[in-house]
């Protein structure tokens, strides 16, 4: 007989603050209900319905979904996963603070998903709140929580985190740094309550050698620069990963909003974009629109944003994002 182990997953987003949710919920789940293995996969927004659709075919007992929101053009499909997963007795918590998560909360109830959601937090704020305190070592995994936060701009640190939590964000964020790596981190913190190794200190020397070479050549790839926002299309520039790092770095040293356009693939293009704090301009309610007019999707935050199009439509979006720069923000 399968132990419930085996049917249990934590399905998490790749960055800081869905890495540390996780982990706190899974020493939580391990500490509470015996839950020792529990499988972790990673995924983003826009790749959950096929998480969703391979794990629905399977008797998954146990499912906590954690900082991924809801892509809108993909709900259908991952409705019809948790209905089938659900109909399976699969209890499910999904754990999150993105928008388009909340709009969809009332979908969700009816499909048997527990939500539990902030708009004054992140994921791993959740956590913090209702699960470290139900671990075997609550201090540990509460600094761990407080650093997905800090590196989500929703904790201000006050305890000499921010250092270590930078380390952490880089080493993740470095282009050799793939899934494997990030729940091998994952299951360290929940074994050895260790925050940082030497593999660690390297992927983030890595990552911000990466990061000075590709700012210096995005310099040329301005097209628009006005008194509070900056444009870049680095659409042809291979980014590695960098895209999201890039635009925060110049939000914040130009104290702009930035959006940076580049092409994963020859499909689509990718715009990501960062406000700085001062700054009020809501990126869901004026650039989400247009991309979805134009066949795309995205979501995310106010203030920090990832959205898709078509190639084919890149420079019509372009053109239209660059119009609402100019009205908005200069």
Not at 10 to 24: K, M, P
Not at 135 to 162: C, Q
């Amino acid at each position: 007989m399968t132990s419930i182990e085996e049917m249990s997953f934590v399905v998490a987003h790749s960055d800081l603050d869905g890495l540390a949710s996780a982990a706190v919920i899974m020493a939580a789940l391990r500490n509470v209900m015996g839950i020792y293995n529990p499988e972790i996969i990673l995924s983003q927004p826009y790749t959950l319905n096929r998480v969703l659709l391979k794990l629905s075919t399977l008797s998954v007992r146990i499912l906590v979904i954690t900082d991924l929101g809801i892509d809108e053009t993909i709900w259908s499909t991952i409705a019809d996963s948790v209905k089938t997963l659900t109909s399976k007795n699969c209890r499910i918590l999904w754990i999150d603070h993105h928008v388009n998560t909340i709009k969809l909360a009332s979908h969700l109830a009816r499909n048997g998903v527990s939500l539990l959601y902030t708009n004054e937090g992140c994921s791993s704020t959740i956590a913090r709140e209702m699960f470290a305190h139900l671990t075997e070592d609550p201090k540990f995994f509460t600094r761990l929580a407080k650093m997905g936060e800090i590196a989500d701009s929703v904790y201000v640190d006050d305890e000499g985190l921010s250092i270590l939590t930078d380390r952490l964000v880089a080493a993740i964020s470095a282009p050799s740094s793939k899934d494997d790596f990030k729940t091998r981190l994952v299951k360290m913190w929940i074994e050895d309550k260790r925050l940082i190794t030497d593999e660690v200190a390297l992927k983030a020397e890595e990552f911000e050698k990466e990061l000075l070479s590709k700012l210096d050549g995005i310099k040329e790839r301005i097209i628009l620069e006005v008194e509070r926002g900056i444009i870049i299309d680095a659409r042809g520039m291979r980014l590695s990963g960098l895209a999201g790092h890039i635009a925060s770095y110049i939000a914040r040293k130009k104290g702009k909003v930035t959006l940076v356009v580049f092409s994963p693939n020859p499909r689509e293009a990718v715009a990501t974009c960062r406000v700085p704090p001062r700054i009020e301009f809501n990126i869901l309610s004026e650039l989400v629109p247009i991309v979805l007019e134009l066949g795309g999707s995205g979501g995310g935050l106010f203030k920090a944003a990832a959205l898709r199009i078509p190639s084919a439509v890149g420079d019509l979006f372009v053109k239209r994002v660059c119009e609402v720069f100019r009205s908005k923000l200069d």
